[in-house]
């Protein structure tokens, strides 16, 4: 995306499930050396560092475990939720009080909590670009001697995005959509330092001038809209964006599963791909998994589809790096129509013209994903994975997911990653 000799940035993820490190992927290139740097689990951490994000880590886990566990999993997590619980919208109001988890945060940071990360870069100040928030304030409290820049990965966020003082505070915003911008000046933070770019998208699954976008898109409408009802209706919008499309698809009607990864989706998974057997045995549904790094999920989805006899027509995607899995994942998407997914970052991904089918939230940022991608049209509600074979080719057949995928590929930006390069390019040469 960029030349080795323009100026690039520390590129900072946290793997504190898949999200930050799946929006900072598309970056990688934009990267010093080419490398995203996870604050967490850099080498020569200190041990103190490593351990309180590694509670973190476990904390979220073990809350998006728990949920599923009925009652129980509930009552706790809408307890522990309120701390990232995200105001309503309406009506508009001064939101810049700082809530109890950012003054938490920051009580850390003054004690030292990321002191070594920040010093390490600052041998080397190049611009700073998070997609979480907590090394962006590590930044800005050891007053780091350039830009400091967040990249935020969902469509609303709750206060503790944004620093104690907003009015005082130089962290500049990339915001993915106008919710976010519009939330993001609540808070505090001034305009000027604010920047709606939209979420970065991989790459590789855009091309030149979306060159492989509009070709994986124009054979996945093939396979969405069967009775062809969509583009009976809306010819006009799909030539005039699309072009001709293909007589037939170059692959066949796929959908993908994505388990967060906290794992806490499988068996919603498991028991929509029961339901899709017969299908799927008769070759005629595509059903790939896609699991992350995680070897309990492997070896959870070997025993129990094993009996189903599906002979290869469900694919399981996963992998040893966090790298390799995203560079497998987008591969897997150019030649998948449908994705299924809580509303996590994956929300963005609909602007690759792939229709969401959205599984259950967990934690209120989710809750607005999902209300964003109802809104703009690109998702359709999750029924019951019990009964998917009844429902999906409901969907399917009625062309509402040929207008999901439409929806999702007109509505959402699709040049985040280009958008934010060139921000930080103009602003350093300013």
């Known amino acids: 995306m960029v030349n080795d000799n323009k100026k690039k940035a520390w590129v900072i993820a946290a793997d504190m499930g898949y999200g930050h490190q799946r929006t900072a992927y598309p970056l990688r290139d934009f990267a010093f050396g080419g490398k995203v740097i996870n604050a967490n689990n850099y080498g020569g951490i200190p041990k103190k560092d490593k351990k309180f994000w590694a509670q973190s880590r476990v904390l979220y886990e073990f809350i998006s475990r728990f949920k599923r566990i009925p009652i129980f999993g509930d009552i706790l997590f809408s307890v522990l939720d309120r701390f990232q619980k995200i105001m309503s919208y309406y009506p508009r109001r001064d939101l810049s009080m700082p809530n109890f988890t950012l003054l938490n945060i920051h009580r850390f940071i003054k004690r030292g909590w990321g002191r070594d990360l920040i010093e390490r870069l600052g041998k080397n100040p190049l611009p700073i670009v998070s997609t979480f928030f907590t090394p962006a304030f590590m930044a800005e409290e050891l007053k780091y001697p350039n830009e400091v820049y967040c990249v935020v990965c969902d469509a609303d966020i709750n206060r503790t995005w944004v620093s104690v003082e907003p009015k005082k505070s130089k962290i ?80 066949p009607l796929t959908i993908m599963f994505s388990i967060g990864g906290a794992g806490a989706q499988k068996e919603i998974c498991l028991k929509a791909i029961n339901s899709l057997a017969y299908k799927i045995k008769k070759n005629q549904l595509r059903f790939i998994i896609s699991i992350g790094v995680k070897e309990e999920l492997i070896k959870y989805f070997a025993d129990n589809i094993k009996s189903l006899k599906l002979d290869g027509w469900v694919h399981v995607i996963s992998a040893i790096r966090t790298n390799e899995y995203f560079n497998a994942f987008n591969e897997a998407l150019r030649e998948t129509d449908v994705l299924w997914t809580k509303p996590s970052e ?85």
């Not at 976008?213 to 699309?242: A, C």
């Not at 409901?394 to 997911?401: A, M, P, Q, V």
Request: with cysteine.
């Open 172 to 251: 500049k915003y990339f915001a993915p959509c106008t919710w976010v911008r519009d939330r993001l000046k609540l808070y505090g933070v001034k305009p000027e330092n604010i920047f709606l770019t939209g979420y970065p998208l991989p790459q590789e699954n855009l091309g030149k001038n979306l060159e492989i976008l509009k070709e994986d898109l124009r054979y996945r409408l093939i396979n969405l809209d069967p009775s062809k009802r969509y583009r009976k209706t809306y010819e006009p919008l799909v030539r005039g964006t699309l072009g001709k499309l293909p007589e037939k698809s170059n692959h």
């Open 346 to 430: 994956l929300s963005f991904y609909a602007g690759l013209g792939i229709p969401i089918i959205i599984a259950p939230t967990i934690g209120s940022q989710e809750d607005f994903n999902k209300k964003w991608l109802l809104h703009i049209g690109a998702g359709i509600f999750q029924e019951n994975p019990i009964f998917a074979n009844q429902w999906f080719y409901d969907y399917l057949n009625s062309g509402d997911f040929a207008e999901a995928a439409m929806q999702g590929f007109m509505e959402i930006e699709k040049m985040g990653a280009q958008n934010i390069e060139k921000i930080i390019e103009q602003q350093q040469n300013e």
